[in-house]
């Protein structure tokens, strides 16, 4: 009997491919693998009923707790960024095709397959731990073997009487994690399209957000945030927290025209309240602890790794490399920060460190211990080329 294990989240993607891999690909047995990174209670049950309904051998695997501590956490160290948005979607992405490679091994599959069309960034992310890990089992695509659109799709579930939320007129696609929602397609799409407020699910608008600010201090050890207020969390209800905080006050709104790995420039709308809040905050940690050498390094560094996990390639080795000097760098973002989330801002209003790079006393303008008088030997020699360069310029 040919088995193949479908990556599968529940939505019309992988809906469609249960069929599929009967009817076009001549598999007996299908097994469905649903991974939860932290999605809607009611998304993991309705592909839990599609499953059934379908006829797989189905599987939910809760992988939070991991998710934040192995995946998020990282990205904060990391200020995981991309073209302006927080990483989100694509750090979840790894972990749920190395879920669906363990349940490969334990079911015996022959196969894997995945919803992903080939015009998208997933596929690239899936199939590569697939590949890499997935002992040299063949992975089946079904939307980008057979080209279909959105509307083919379905059509195709009308025509094997799958239910599914998506219809012609209202298309949009959702994927939420811990770190982010991601929403697009339909007249999303548009670059010029104002996306309608029904869209938003985790922020407030600028007219429903409160008027009067919220203070809140994340404390800090080794890059982490282990604390909100005073009171210390653990990882995973430290993120829920935060989402629930910084949303409530608007943050975490992001539309931006993004460029795909394939090079397709398309419009893509976030939500990210806990991501932006908890980077934003990491980051002032970093400004205050580390030297102004390691800050313009870092950034390069995180930038290459921000951009190694937006393409999926969680497992590179050049990943590792860059994860040795950035855990090296956090030994020191210990302390704390304070956050002023207003009407869709997280404005950094405070931090404080014991690794503190800062002296009241050097910089005050009122004390004496930094001897001013001393800096004018520095300053007949600062620049001395550039100085030189001039006046042969004009010389000449």
Request: glycine share 8%.
């Amino acid at each position: 009997m040919k088995k193949v294990v479908i990556v599968y989240s529940g939505g019309l993607d992988t809906s469609v491919c249960i069929p599929m891999m009967r009817d076009m690909y001549g598999f007996d047995q299908v097994v469905t693998v649903t991974v939860d990174v932290g999605q809607p209670e009611s998304d993991l049950r309705q592909a839990e009923e599609r499953a059934k309904i379908l006829g797989t051998e189905h599987y939910t695997v809760d992988v939070k707790k991991e998710f934040v501590e192995d995946y998020i956490f990282p990205t904060i160290k990391a200020n995981g960024d991309y073209q302006g948005y927080p990483i989100s979607t694509s750090i979840a992405r790894p972990l749920i095709a190395l879920k669906a490679v363990e349940y490969a091994d334990r079911v015996g599959a022959d196969a894997f397959c995945h919803g992903c069309t080939g015009k998208g960034n997933d596929q690239f992310r899936i199939e590569f731990v697939l590949r890499a890990l997935g002992g040299g089992r063949p992975v089946i695509a079904p939307m980008r073997e057979k080209n279909y659109t959105r509307t083919e799709e379905i059509e195709y579930a009308a025509q094997h009487g799958i239910k599914i939320e998506q219809s012609t007129a209202k298309i949009w696609s959702i994927d939420e994690n811990l770190w982010g929602r991601s929403i697009e397609g339909g007249l999303l799409e548009e670059p010029n399209y104002i996306p309608p407020e029904e869209i938003f699910s985790w922020t407030k608008g600028p007219d429903t957000a409160p008027n009067t600010p919220t203070i809140v201090e994340i404390g800090f050890e080794n890059g982490v945030p282990v604390s909100l207020d005073g009171t210390r969390m653990d990882g995973l209800s430290l993120v829920k927290k935060m989402l629930a905080l910084a949303g409530e006050n608007g943050v975490g709104r992001i539309d931006i025209m993004e460029d795909r790995i394939l090079g397709l420039k398309v419009r893509e709308n976030y939500e990210c309240p806990a991501a932006v809040a908890l980077i934003t905050a990491h980051k002032a940690l970093e400004d205050l602890v580390c030297t102004k050498e390691e800050r313009a390094f870092k950034s390069m560094v995180d930038y290459q790794w921000g951009k190694l996990a937006y393409e999926g390639l969680w497992f590179d080795p050049l990943k590792e490399d860059l994860d040795a000097f950035i855990n090296k760098i956090q030994e020191r973002v210990v302390g704390s920060v304070k956050l002023r989330l207003f009407k869709g801002q997280a404005k950094v209003a405070g931090r404080t460190s014991p690794f503190a790079l800062y002296s009241e006393e050097m910089a005050s303008f009122d004390d004496k211990s930094f001897d001013q008088s001393e800096m004018t030997g520095a300053l007949k020699v600062h620049g001395l080329q550039s100085r030189m360069y001039w006046s042969l310029k004009k010389e000449n």
